[in-house]
């Protein structure tokens, strides 16, 4: 792909080629498996680019290069999950700098913020970034970063990035948008503003449950060659071995994407009429708060539905208990579907005063949309109403 430049082509294309060139020895497309964790130089600092498998490693190299060229950016990083990712960006900040964060993050976020980084002196302000005044006055004379996750985990909502990522720049602040839950396939955080734009690649990225990972892409060269340093110096690195999983399942993100949208929305659209189901939160939905703005900055509303079941905690129990298609499990964006209970299991971590404050109740579950017939789905779920009903 080297005779044009990576803008010039589709991310179908992308997906299966960028980062990799077919071997100029053995002529071999897929990218080999490396797993030598050093590599021989021809005297003292005299090597080809590889030193030592933490700093660098030439399957990792590959799908770094491929998630840049499909995010739009000019570094990728890859780590070994999508919390090793957030806490080297995390790791750009000093003791006694101050975040603005979104108020809807996955649970693993907020423990990082709350548990982990507070205690050595990093601060996070959680607001709802649905309204533009709650992040200007949330920022302090200590704001470095802001963080957003949109759609937001698991209520979904939509945050604008433009519009954040003027009020952030104007402070000076970078700002961070977790992508996981739209992909590159339907979002570009780094065109409409962002500096950083970070992944869970377990998810999405890698699309069949099989392989934890993470990444960081930007466009800018300072923060790319920190990142860079981190990355080594903290070590969070991911195995050659996950490197090609997620590697290989890049190639198929376009079509699989495509087919959890299509699906979902017809989820939605059948969950909003279903006398058992309180509240359908899906921003491809006009009842969406955020549906406007969705329709702006992405090019579709992903393949996440989250839904208040009428009801309490047993019958979201017995709900879930019922379900035979949809597995009940965490995790999300795999080409199975997957159902689960927000409260108890992905944010659990979160303040019990915090997820009632959210509408996180006893009642809502959160669907990961798979590939599986679209009216087998739907049967399953209607098993899991009839369990409801008792």
Same mark, same amino acid.
């Not at 799908?63 to 060229?69: D, H, N, T, V």
């Not at 950083?196 to 060269?221: E, F, P, Q």
């Given at each position: 792909?080297?005779?044009r430049?990576?803008?010039?082509?589709?991310?179908?294309?992308?997906?299966?080629?960028? &980062?990799?060139?077919?071997?100029?020895?053995? &002529?071999?497309?897929?990218?080999?498996?490396?797993?030598?964790?050093?590599?021989?130089?021809?005297?003292?600092?005299?090597?080809?680019?590889?030193?030592?498998?933490? =700093?660098?490693?030439?399957?990792?190299?590959?799908?770094?290069?491929?998630?840049?060229?499909?995010?739009?950016?000019?570094? @990728?990083?890859?780590?070994?999950?999508?919390?090793?990712?957030?806490?080297?960006?995390?790791?750009?900040?000093?003791?006694?700098?101050?975040?603005?964060?979104?108020?809807?993050?996955?649970? @693993?976020?907020?423990?990082?913020?709350?548990?982990?980084?507070?205690?050595?002196?990093?601060?996070?302000?959680?607001?709802?970034?649905?309204?533009?005044?709650?992040?200007?006055?949330?920022?302090?004379?200590?704001?470095?970063l802001?963080?957003?996750?949109?759609?937001?985990?698991?209520?979904?909502k939509?945050?604008?990035?433009?519009?954040?990522?003027?009020?952030a720049?104007?402070?000076?602040?970078?700002?961070?948008?977790?992508?996981?839950f739209?992909?590159?396939?339907?979002?570009?955080?780094?065109d409409?503003?962002?500096?950083?734009?970070?992944h869970?690649?377990?998810?999405?990225?890698?699309?069949?449950?099989?392989?934890? &990972?993470?990444?960081?892409?930007?466009?800018?060269?300072?923060?790319?060659?920190?990142?860079?340093?981190?990355?080594?110096?903290?070590?969070?690195?991911?195995?050659?071995?996950?490197?090609y999983?997620?590697?290989? @399942?890049?190639?198929?993100?376009?079509?699989?994407?495509?087919?959890?949208?299509?699906?979902?929305?017809?989820?939605?659209?059948?969950?909003?009429?279903?006398?058992?189901?309180?509240?359908?939160?899906?921003?491809?939905?006009?009842?969406?708060?955020?549906?406007?703005?969705?329709?702006?900055?992405?090019?579709?509303? &992903?393949?996440m539905? =989250?839904?208040?079941?009428?009801?309490?905690?047993?019958?979201? =129990?017995?709900?879930?208990?019922?379900?035979?298609?949809f597995?009940?499990?965490?995790?999300?964006?795999?080409?199975?579907?997957?159902?689960e209970?927000?409260?108890?299991?992905?944010?659990?971590?979160?303040?019990?005063?915090?997820?009632?404050?959210?509408?996180?109740?006893? @009642?809502?579950?959160?669907?990961?949309?798979?590939?599986?017939?679209?009216?087998?789905?739907?049967?399953?779920?209607?098993?899991?109403?009839?369990?409801?009903?008792?």
């Amino acid at each position: 792909m080297a005779d044009r430049t990576h803008a010039q082509y589709a991310q179908d294309t992308l997906a299966i080629h960028a &980062g990799y060139e077919p071997d100029p020895v053995t &002529g071999a497309v897929m990218p080999p498996i490396v797993l030598s964790t050093t590599f021989a130089q021809e005297g003292p600092g005299q090597h080809k680019g590889f030193e030592y498998g933490r =700093s660098g490693n030439p399957t990792r190299n590959a799908l770094e290069g491929c998630l840049a060229a499909l995010e739009g950016a000019k570094h @990728g990083l890859a780590y070994a999950s999508g919390c090793a990712a957030t806490v080297n960006v995390l790791h750009l900040l000093s003791p006694g700098d101050h975040v603005v964060c979104g108020d809807d993050v996955y649970g @693993g976020t907020f423990r990082i913020f709350d548990r982990i980084m507070k205690p050595f002196g990093l601060q996070a302000s959680f607001v709802d970034m649905s309204d533009l005044g709650n992040v200007k006055k949330a920022f302090t004379a200590k704001t470095k970063l802001v963080w957003m996750e949109t759609p937001s985990n698991p209520m979904l909502k939509i945050f604008d990035i433009a519009g954040v990522a003027e009020i952030a720049r104007a402070h000076g602040a970078p700002l961070v948008v977790d992508n996981t839950f739209a992909t590159p396939i339907l979002q570009h955080p780094l065109d409409l503003g962002a500096a950083i734009v970070v992944h869970s690649t377990t998810k999405y990225l890698n699309g069949h449950s099989d392989a934890v &990972g993470g990444a960081v892409m930007t466009r800018d060269d300072a923060l790319a060659e920190r990142l860079r340093y981190l990355q080594n110096a903290i070590g969070a690195v991911p195995s050659p071995f996950d490197c090609y999983l997620v590697l290989r @399942g890049l190639k198929t993100l376009p079509v699989r994407v495509r087919q959890h949208v299509a699906s979902a929305r017809v989820v939605a659209e059948r969950l909003e009429k279903h006398p058992q189901v309180a509240r359908v939160i899906y921003p491809g939905l006009a009842s969406h708060p955020g549906h406007a703005l969705a329709n702006r900055q992405m090019k579709g509303p &992903g393949g996440m539905i =989250s839904f208040d079941l009428k009801g309490d905690l047993g019958q979201a =129990s017995a709900f879930l208990k019922a379900l035979r298609i949809f597995a009940c499990a965490e995790s999300l964006g795999g080409v199975e579907s997957l159902a689960e209970h927000p409260a108890i299991m992905t944010h659990a971590s979160i303040p019990a005063e915090n997820r009632r404050a959210l509408g996180i109740g006893d @009642g809502l579950i959160r669907l990961s949309v798979g590939l599986e017939d679209v009216d087998d789905l739907w049967a399953d779920l209607e098993r899991g109403f009839a369990a409801a009903r008792g």
